[in-house]
C-alpha cells in the first residue's frame, strides 16, 4: 500500500511539475548513433516496453493519465529515458501522459502497425494502412519526445516471405514524406527485426539505394543471452561484426531471455549492452517488459489501480542498469564515416529494389469516377475483401491493376487504392459488357462517369488495365496525399540540421502562458467591474435621497435607461460599431434657442396620438418650471426623451451613430433607433 501512495504522490508532483516545464532537447541522428540536440552529447536508449497485456482489445497505455503518472516513479527508478507503446488510439488525448514523461526525461518510441499491419505472406501498402498509421502520426508528431516511429516488426523471417520487405520500404518511404509535408518536426521511420531472423540480408535491403526510401534506424529483437550465456555464445560478437559499418543507429528493440518463468533474470548483458564492446556499434536497448502477464517477463505487478508491486525481475535488473557507464562521444568530435550507400541485395533475398506505388488517394479517385459499376456503400471491410477475393482471387492474374509483387517488382496501378475502391475496380471489369447484371448485383450499383481533364494523366499512364506505373498525380485534394519523396526532403533530425517549427513543449509553454495571460486580464477586469458597479449603487444611493446634481423632476417623468452620468440616451438592441452621442448641445437642430415655445409643443401635441399627449404636456410644464441652463453652470440636466411619433414631422436623432459615419443631420436620418430631445 505504502508503494502504491509513493507511486501515487509522485504522479501528482510530476504532474504538476509537467504543467511549466520546459521541452526536452530532441535526440537527433548523426551517422549511426543518436544525439542530444543541443548539447551535442550521445544518446543511449535505457528502455523498457510499456504495453499492458490485453486479452483482445488493444490497451493504449498513453491515453490512462492516471496509470502513466502512477508508473513513471517506477520508470523513473530504473533510470529509463525511453519507453517503447505498441498501440496508440489516435482518437484519444495524451497530453497528460506525454508532458509528464517529458518532464521525467522519457522519450517514446512508437508502433505504428497498431491493428492495421503489412502481412507477410500477403503483403500489401494501400490506403487502408496508411490512412491508420497517418492517424497515428498526427496523434503523437506534436510531442517533443517522440524519438520515433516503428513502420514494422519482424514482417521478414525467412527468405520465403522477403518479398513483403518491398512493401515495408514503400510504407517508410510514404511515412517519411507524409512527415516532411506535414511539416511536423523531422521524426525517423525505423523498422524492428529479429535476430533469429536472415538479418544481415534484409537489414541490408532496408538501407539500400537513397535515404528517402531507407529506414532512419534499426531495432533488433534478440533474447538469446541466457543463463550462462557469453558475449560470444549469445550471438553478440556476431551482430557487432554485421553491424559495425551500417549506417544507421542500431540498438535492442526488446531483450531479456528467461529460462525459467519461476526463475529471476539476472540481465547479464546489460553490462555488455552499454559496454566498451558494443557502444560503438549499439545504441542501448529496450528491455521487456513493465507489465507483469503471461510470459511471467514484467518487471512489475500491477495489484490495483493505484498500487504497484515491483517484481524480482526489477531488483535485479536495477542493480545492472545502475552499474552502467557507457562510453560516449560528442557530435562534434564524431566523424560519419558509414556513408557508402549499399547496393540492394540479390543472393538469398528475392525484394525487388522497385518499390510499390505511391499511396495518392487522388488517383484513386479518378479511378472510382471512371467506372460505371461499383460497390454500393456501406459495406463491411470483411464483406469488402471476401467479395474482391471472390472476383480477383490472391494473385494478379485477374486483376493485374489491384496486386502487386514484391519480387518482381511489377505493380498494379491502382494496387495502393483502399479495398473498396479496388472492390469497384473489379466490380466494373465483372460487368462492363453487362450493366444490367451490376444492377442485379446487391453488393454493386451503377453510377455516370465523371473523368474530370484533371485525370486524364492518371488515365494515360495507367493504361485501360491499369498496369502502368503513375509518375504524375493530380491535384483534386490535398488533405490526404503526399508528394512524390525526393532527396530534397531528406529530414532534418540528423543533426546539424535546423527545424523552423516549434516544438510541442514550445507550443505547450505558449498556451500555458497564454492561458495565464487570459486569466490575469479577466480577473482584472471583473475587479474593475466590480469596483464600477459599488460606484453605480453609490450613486443611486445619493439620487434616492435627493442630491440635486444627480436628480431633476424629469428624470422622475421619464426614467432614463443605460444613461451615462445622465447626459446620454441610449435606445439600442443592438450598438455593435456604435458610438455614444455626446452631452446634448443643439449642433443637430436648426434653431438656436435653448427653449422650446409653447406653441412649438402644441404643434408637436396636434401630431402625436392622444395615448402620448399627457406625456407632453407635463414636459411642456417642466419646461416652464426650469430656466434654461446656462454654459457656464455646474448643474446638469439630462434631456428629456420623447416618445417618437409616428406622423411627425420632428426631426428625430439617432441614438447611436456609427464611427465613420458623418455628423450631418442628413446621414443621421438613415440611422436607426431614434429617439426625439427636447432641451430643458
Known amino acids: 500500500m505504502a508503494l502504491g501512495l509513493r507511486s501515487l504522490l509522485g504522479g501528482v508532483v510530476i504532474f504538476l511539475a509537467a504543467l511549466v516545464s520546459a521541452t526536452v532537447d530532441p535526440v537527433v541522428i548523426k551517422g549511426s548513433h543518436f544525439f ?78 497498431g491493428t492495421a499491419t503489412i502481412n507477410s505472406t500477403n503483403p500489401e501498402w494501400n490506403l487502408d494502412i496508411y490512412g491508420a498509421w497517418v492517424q497515428t502520426i498526427d496523434a503523437m508528431a506534436g510531442f517533443t519526445n517522440v524519438l520515433g516511429f516503428f513502420a514494422g516488426d519482424n514482417v ?81 560478437e556476431n551482430i557487432i561484426n554485421q553491424y559495425a559499418t551500417y549506417t544507421v543507429p542500431v540498438f535492442f528493440a526488446e531483450y531479456g531471455c528467461k529460462d525459467v518463468a519461476t526463475v529471476p533474470r539476472e540481465f547479464d548483458e546489460v553490462a555488455y549492452i552499454y559496454g566498451t564492446q558494443m557502444t560503438n556499434v549499439i545504441s542501448g536497448g529496450i528491455v521487456y517488459e513493465y ?60 525484394a525487388s529494389p522497385t518499390l510499390p506505388p505511391i499511396v495518392n488517394k487522388d488517383v484513386c479517385s479518378c479511378m472510382v469516377n471512371s467506372l460505371q459499376c461499383v460497390a454500393r456503400s456501406p ?26 509483387d514484391g519480387s518482381t517488382g511489377i505493380y498494379g496501378s491502382y494496387s495502393m487504392c483502399n479495398v473498396t475502391e479496388r472492390l469497384s475496380w473489379a466490380l466494373d471489369m465483372k460487368y462492363q459488357d453487362n450493366l444490367v447484371g451490376c ?69 505547450a509553454g505558449i498556451a500555458i502562458g497564454s492561458i495565464l495571460g487570459v486569466a490575469a486580464i479577466a480577473s482584472g477586469c471583473a475587479w474593475f467591474f466590480c469596483l464600477r458597479r459599488r460606484g453605480f449603487k453609490r450613486q443611486n444611493s445619493e439620487s434616492s435621497n435627493g442630491n440635486p446634481r444627480n436628480s431633476t423632476p424629469a428624470d422622475h417623468l421619464f426614467p432614463p435607461r443605460n444613461m451615462r452620468g445622465g447626459s446620454a440616451s441610449v435606445i439600442s438592441d443592438d450598438s455593435r460599431d456604435m458610438s455614444e452621442l ?47 441652463v446656462s454654459r457656464g453652470s455646474d448643474l446638469e440636466h439630462p434631456s428629456p426623451v420623447i416618445p417618437p411619433s409616428p406622423m411627425g414631422s420632428e426631426k428625430e436623432l439617432p441614438a447611436f451613430r456609427t464611427r465613420m459615419e458623418d455628423k450631418s443631420l442628413p446621414s443621421m436620418k438613415l440611422l436607426s433607433p431614434m429617439i426625439k430631445v427636447s432641451p430643458v
Open 156 to 236: 521478414v523471417t525467412n527468405s520465403s516471405n522477403s518479398p513483403a520487405a518491398a512493401f515495408v520500404k514503400a510504407a517508410v518511404r510514404d511515412l517519411k514524406s507524409y512527415i516532411a509535408t506535414k511539416g511536423y518536426r523531422p521524426i525517423p521511420v525505423g523498422y524492428e527485426m529479429s535476430a533469429s531472423d536472415n538479418y544481415d540480408v534484409a537489414s541490408l535491403y532496408m538501407t539500400c539505394t537513397n535515404s528517402s526510401q531507407s529506414i532512419d534506424f534499426l531495432g533488433i529483437s534478440d533474447f538469446n543471452w541466457c543463463t550462462n550465456n557469453t558475449y560470444v555464445n549469445s550471438g553478440y
Open 36 to 113: 542530444y540536440q543541443t548539447n551535442g552529447s550521445e544518446f543511449f536508449i535505457r528502455g523498457i516496453t510499456y504495453q499492458p497485456p490485453s486479452n483482445s482489445t488493444p490497451i493504449d497505455p498513453l491515453s490512462v493519465s492516471l496509470n502513466c503518472m502512477r508508473d513513471i516513479q517506477f520508470l523513473s527508478d530504473l533510470t529509463t529515458n525511453v519507453i517503447r507503446v505498441s498501440y496508440i488510439d489516435s482518437a484519444s488525448d495524451h497530453s497528460a501522459c506525454m508532458t509528464a514523461l517529458q518532464t521525467a526525461g522519457i522519450y517514446v518510441l512508437v508502433d505504428l502497425p
Open 379 to 404: 459495406l463491411n471491410s470483411s464483406t469488402t475483401t471476401s467479395l474482391l477475393e471472390g472476383i480477383c482471387g490472391t494473385n494478379s492474374i485477374n486483376c493485374p491493376a489491384l496486386h502487386g
Open 582 to 628: 455626446p452631452q446634448f448641445d443643439g449642433s443637430y437642430i436648426g434653431q438656436s434657442s435653448t427653449q422650446w415655445s409653447r406653441t412649438e409643443l402644441h404643434s408637436i401635441q396636434s401630431e402625436v396620438p392622444a395615448g402620448y399627449r399627457s406625456i407632453i404636456e407635463r414636459d411642456a410644464a417642466i419646461s416652464e418650471m426650469h430656466t434654461p
Open 439 to 507: 444492377t442485379d448485383d446487391p453488393d454493386a450499383t451503377t453510377q455516370e462517369t465523371d473523368e474530370s481533364y484533371d485525370c486524364e494523366n492518371v488515365y494515360e499512364q495507367a493504361g485501360a488495365v491499369g498496369t502502368g506505373t503513375i509518375t504524375s498525380f493530380p491535384t483534386l485534394t490535398t488533405a490526404t496525399n503526399i508528394g512524390y519523396p525526393s532527396d530534397s526532403l531528406t529530414p532534418s533530425y540528423y543533426y546539424g540540421d535546423d527545424s523552423n517549427s516549434l516544438s510541442g513543449g514550445a507550443i
Open 291 to 350: 507489465f507483469q502477464d503471461d510470459e511471467n517477463k514484467g518487471l512489475v505487478s500491477i495489484v490495483s489501480n493505484s498500487v504497484v508491486s515491483p517484481l524480482p525481475d526489477f531488483t535485479s535488473y536495477s542493480s545492472q542498469i545502475a552499474k552502467i557507464t557507457p562510453s560516449s562521444t560528442f557530435a562534434s568530435n564524431y566523424t560519419v564515416t558509414n556513408t557508402i550507400t549499399q547496393s540492394c541485395p540479390t543472393t538469398a533475398f528475392s
